[in-house]
């Protein structure tokens, strides 16, 4: 007598998993006469996949990231063109000029600020020094003609300080374990579905069940042979 065979879902990575279960449900759907008999079986079924669905969006990377990563890269090029512009400018010969570019300068020593440290230390100096620059050093930045480019600076680095608000915000949203818990729920609706469909096939024989079965099974036989994950190859679950 056939019945679907077993297999170990909590072994598939969760893009592997969410493919499973997706092409399982559209194979069910289309057995029409099964689905209409497991109708209930498969509302919970679905019901519980789009959950996943949702979850395994929002485990991935934030799109804010790279939206973060443009406005860093701005910032910093401002920051660099600042810096290289007073350094430039700390020798030009005439007095008030070069007097300002080396109190800048050494300003700019005193904080000591390199666009490649952690994001958060570098946005937080930057607010600092942008601060300076328009307020006690307005003057020296005036006499160089840096007034449009501290702006632009300060607005660059308030703009990742934003993005990264946001993206923390984003992250604060998620529902700890989502993914976990949704993976759990989309994988006992499918038991119980199989149950059933077993409980059919004793009961009236497997005949009207029979193509499923095969595909499903041979399905199955796959996922074992080519997407189960090796211990050292299993993925965290980042929600966890």
Do not use: W
């Not at 934030?62 to 920051?79: E, Q």
Request: with cysteine.
């Amino acid at each position: 007598m056939k019945q679907i065979d077993t297999i170990r879902l909590d072994r598939l990575n969760n893009g592997a998993h969410f493919t499973f279960h997706t092409n399982t449900l559209a194979r069910v759907k289309a057995e029409t006469a099964l689905a209409e008999k497991c109708a209930k079986f498969v509302t919970v079924y679905e019901t519980d996949l789009a959950a996943e669905d949702e979850a395994l969006k929002i485990s991935q990377k934030s799109l804010i990231t790279d939206d973060i990563a443009a406005a860093d890269k701005l910032r910093d090029s401002l920051y660099r063109s600042y810096r290289k512009a007073v350094k430039g400018m700390t020798g030009f010969p005439v007095a008030n000029i070069a007097e300002a570019a080396k109190v800048l300068a050494q300003h700019i020593k005193d904080y000591g600020i390199d666009p490649q440290m952690q994001l958060d230390k570098e946005t937080g100096l930057l607010t600092n020094l942008c601060n300076d620059l328009t307020g006690k050093y307005a003057a020296q930045v005036a006499t160089l003609g840096f007034t449009d480019v501290v702006t632009q600076l300060a607005e660059a680095n308030e703009r990742v300080n934003t993005l990264i608000e946001e993206r923390d915000n984003e992250y604060a949203a998620r529902t700890v374990g989502a993914m976990k818990t949704a993976r759990t729920a989309v994988d006992e609706a499918y038991r119980q579905l199989v149950q059933v469909v077993n409980a059919f096939v004793l009961i009236e024989g497997e005949d009207a069940y029979a193509a499923f079965i095969d595909l499903q099974n041979s399905v199955i036989l796959r996922y074992k042979q080519d997407a189960f994950t090796r211990p050292e190859e299993e993925e965290e679950d980042p929600e966890a």
